[in-house]
């Protein structure tokens, strides 16, 4: 967020509408599947993890590549994020489809979807910036509003899917699996400053 809305803070629209967007595309286009699984077969509530989590992936990919488009900094750090979530998002979902479908190659083909998803994201930021037609569009801060943008649906999925299972369990050591991570994000941003990778 703190690179989407330097020098730009009317990006902080951009943030609401990506937060907005998964809300709308989860609770009216879909509904959401992690708390109303009870009331779906599972085929259904498989299909709509699948497709989620492909939206998901999606905005993975357009994070990496308007995280490189701000700095080199912020691009290796989203990569990071982005690469050590993928292998459990592929488990996830293959075992997710695994189980609401019982066809291996169904889960195969999930898994490589959402890596699908993430490169497309990414191809198409890149594009959009290197052609300049989002330059003469939305002007220079493209990738700082893609930034945005993707900020609030991680925000969406950090609010709303993440935090309450954190909220629900009682085992003490998940509340500080996240503080960890937290540390750990601005241990690695300080050491990328420090080798000068800036």
């Known amino acids: 967020m703190p690179e989407g809305l330097e020098n730009s803070p009317?990006?902080?629209?951009?943030i609401l509408t990506g937060f907005l967007v998964l809300f709308a595309f989860q609770r009216i286009l879909i509904t959401h599947f992690e708390t109303h699984e009870d009331k779906l077969s599972k085929k259904t509530g498989g299909l709509g993890a699948f497709i989620g989590m492909t939206i998901h992936s999606f905005f993975d990919g357009v994070s990496i590549v308007a995280g490189f488009e701000v700095s080199s900094e912020l691009g290796f750090l989203v990569f990071v994020a982005v690469l050590l979530h993928k292998i459990p998002?592929?488990?996830?979902?293959?075992?997710?489809?695994l189980a609401a479908f019982y066809d291996r190659k169904k889960a195969f083909i999930a898994s490589a979807v959402l890596a699908l998803a993430t490169i497309f994201g990414g191809a198409l930021v890149w594009l959009l910036s290197d052609t300049g037609f989002a330059a003469e569009v939305l002007g220079d801060s493209f990738a700082r509003i893609a930034l945005s943008f993707s900020a609030g649906v991680f925000l969406y999925v950090a609010a709303t899917d993440l935090l309450p299972v954190v909220n629900q369990s009682e085992n003490r050591k998940t509340g500080l699996y996240v503080l960890l991570g937290v540390a750990v994000f601005y241990i690695a941003s300080w050491i990328i400053g420090v080798v000068g990778l800036e």
């Not at 009317?10 to 951009?14: K, L, Q, S």
Request: charged content about 15%.
């Open 10 to 14: 009317e990006n902080g629209i951009y």
């Open 89 to 97: 998002d592929g488990l996830t979902i293959s075992s997710i489809v």
